[in-house]
């Protein structure tokens, strides 16, 4: 027993698409923003030293990744920091520690060095951490086999 009328055509459901598509769109760029900061650390070409005794640590959703390669270049993240303003444009290591410290002082430091880097050059930018402080340093290190 119908109760519409035969002379009326029946309409069929219509999914709204509008909102699925903005939830797409927002997937997209999370993904997308995530992806490409997981992949600053590894733009900057370091030869990590290997240890035996290296733990695997636990991932951080903020951190800080300083690095500095076999000619004494430093990097945090991508952008290259000075320990010594050397031109009034230079950027200076202990500075942008200190805005990253601003926003987290509870962030770690994770060290990517060269094996064939200066040590000194490590001490110094362990030494800019603690000024700026951000007292939890970390080592990145390839572990052997």
């Known amino acids: 027993m119908g109760f519409a009328s035969e002379s009326r055509e029946r309409s069929r459901p219509v999914i709204p698409l509008a909102g699925m598509v903005d939830i797409l769109f927002l997937l997209l760029i999370f993904f997308m923003s995530t992806y490409t900061m997981r992949d600053?650390?590894?733009?900057?070409?370091?030869?990590?030293?290997?240890?035996?005794?290296?733990?695997?640590?636990?991932?951080?959703?903020?951190?800080?990744?300083?690095?500095?390669?076999?000619?004494?270049r430093v990097f945090v993240g991508e952008r290259e920091a000075k320990l010594v303003k050397q031109q009034p444009d230079d950027e200076l290591l202990v500075e942008r520690l200190q805005q990253l410290a601003d926003i987290s002082r509870d962030q770690p430091v994770i060290i990517r060095g060269d094996a064939r880097g200066r040590y000194g050059l490590l001490l110094e930018i362990m030494d800019a951490a603690e000024l700026a402080g951000l007292t939890d340093v970390k080592l990145a290190v390839v572990r052997e086999e």
């Not at 290296?54 to 800080?64: D, H, I, P, R, W």
């Open 40 to 72: 600053q650390e590894l733009t900057v070409d370091v030869g990590l030293p290997t240890s035996e005794t290296a733990t695997t640590g636990q991932a951080e959703a903020m951190k800080v990744i300083v690095s500095f390669d076999e000619d004494g």
